[in-house]
């Protein structure tokens, strides 16, 4: 294999040990269970746009790509999100989670960043569909149980996300004064319905 090629794994929706999620708000916890903490988590897939006449073919789109999802993580870690890869080497998918009570921020930021940067490394022939949504977690016993299901939410919202789109799940997001949205539609999930909007830029 060649080494410059970043090893995604073979499943696009690899099963996670250990983490439990819970669609609503409310979840059965112990009382000696830790307070949950902020969480936020981006769901990020790298999508060609073939263009008329595009040479980008065999080994130089496959290097083009990699070095496109390259470009895509060193913004989201540079913004401080703990990284992981799924989706295939064809269809890469890039998640991170962000803690803290600015995560959702950081969250939107790197996500912005990113897509600009993958513009940039791959001549505008490869652009990113992402999403953010946030809620809480608590690790207890060992098993991290999320509230408000941010990772799923994410997911969900980003097979919705046109090529470019950066959607953003939550109420939260329609009450900050820090990005400007576009208000899109309402996600079913469960039991519960999640407003959904469109990052257009930061204040």
Do not use: K
């Not at 060193?74 to 703990?82: C, E, F, P, T, V």
């Not at 940039?120 to 299901?149: I, P, T, Y």
């Not at 996300?161 to 400007?180: H, I, K």
């Amino acid at each position: 294999m060649d080494a410059r090629i970043i090893p995604f794994p073979g499943a696009r929706r690899p099963v996670v040990a250990g983490r439990a999620v819970a669609a609503s708000g409310i979840v059965p916890l112990p009382a000696d269970a830790p307070a949950p903490e902020p969480v936020t988590e981006v769901s990020l897939e790298l999508r060609r746009l073939v263009h008329a006449g595009s040479r980008l073919r065999g080994a130089a789109e496959r290097a083009t790509r990699d070095r496109c999802a390259r470009a895509a993580m060193g913004s989201l870690d540079a913004a401080g999100g703990r990284l992981r890869l799924a989706g295939t080497r064809e269809h890469p998918v890039i998640e991170a989670t962000f803690g803290g009570e600015n995560g959702a921020l950081r969250a939107a930021q790197g996500t912005l960043e990113a897509g600009e940067a993958v513009r940039r490394a791959g001549a505008n022939e490869f652009v990113v569909s992402a999403a953010v949504a946030s809620g809480s977690a608590v690790v207890h016993d060992g098993l991290r149980v999320e509230l408000g299901a941010p990772g799923s939410v994410a997911d969900l919202l980003r097979e919705n996300a046109a090529p470019g789109q950066v959607l953003l799940g939550g109420p939260s997001w329609g009450e900050s004064d820090r990005v400007e949205v576009l208000e899109a539609r309402s996600l079913e999930h469960g039991e519960r319905s999640v407003p959904v909007f469109v990052l257009r830029d930061l204040r």
